[in-house]
């Protein structure tokens, strides 16, 4: 089971209890409840806190700092590494539900002069003698290839990153990638030929690709340094190479504008965009929110409309039924009478004319026909009373 609450929600509650009884109010750990005020900057009370509450003694409350761009504003706690909540939500709750409009702390031009202020001068090193740590094993795999490649000869044996533009871009992706984390924020690189390229901000992870110009995928879509083309220019765009984004954000070299000298920009430019993004997504659940709660009220209104339909039906179908049953029983009625004048018309006959049977043949053929009519008259008994009662036999 997982709870989800906001950032405040969760100072507030950090120092209103202890995390040992947070945490298990949550069914976590209390080093859970630690990793996550960290990941969401949530300041913890210092050692000692409970203990001056306890005496009565005055305690500091450290404010709860500005969200970070791209923190997620919503925190979930428990439910496991799996627990996606696969459970459809039911129209009655989407219809009772309360979508609240996203409203966030500042404007976006304000979120800019923020990272302005946090990301200084990106310097770019003339050589990779200390690359960021996610290029060493590139590098030093390289260096192997270039040493069987020199036993060898063979092309397969070639190192990937010794040409000057591969070497530039390693230059290029290790100053970038040291300055993300210096930061406070998450780089990601993989493939044989570092070409999938990334930044977590907080809780958006935004793509990038560094690449010659002249890139250009295979017919499989694919790009590698072999698609490389022959351009020396570098350009790096925003997105990955299967999503871009509308309109385009590139950097490229013009002349004596390179891109190590645009590094500082490109990641203030990163990070401002994963709070975009972020904020896009919120407003992105909450229309779907609304939307949902509309269609739900509609399914509702529908599936109302379905019901006294049906009962409608139903309650006609039932009165079919009685009348029905009235009307067998009225038949019924008329056929026992018409057996009972029957039985006396032919005793008339009888008395008139005794050798048409004997006495005792007679008398047992009149109580027969006698007890047939009373049989299937409803009269006898209050069998026809049934005809009002829903789901009698008729």
Known sequence: ??????????????????????????????????????????????????????????????????????MSDEITIGGGRYSYGYGRTSDEELATSNPEQPVFEDEMGNVRSRVKKLIKKIQVENNLERPHRLLRHYIEEDEERLQKFMKSGSSWDAPLFDDPIEQRRLKIISALFTATEQNGFKPYISGKEARSLGIKVHDQEMPFSLDATSQSPNHWGEISIRTRGGSSKLILSLGSQHQTLEPKVTWEDHGQSLVENKLREILIEIIVLAEQHYRDRCQHRYEWAVEAKAEAI???????????????????QLEQARVDRLLHGAAALKQANEIREYVRSVSERYTADPDITSPKHFEAWANWAHAQADRIDPVVGGLFLDAMVDGASP
């Open 1 to 70: 089971m997982s709870n989800k609450m906001t950032r405040e929600e969760l100072y507030d509650l950090m120092w209103s209890k202890t995390a040992t009884e947070i945490a298990k109010e949550f069914g976590v750990s209390g080093t859970a409840i630690a990793k996550i005020c960290q990941r969401y900057d949530i300041p913890r009370p210092p050692m000692g806190h409970w203990n001056k509450v306890k005496a009565g003694k005055s305690v500091h409350h450290r404010p709860l700092i500005q969200r970070s761009p791209g």
């Open 298 to 316: 509609e399914s509702i209104r529908k599936k109302k409309e379905e019901e006294e339909r049906l009962e409608r039906e139903r309650i006609i």
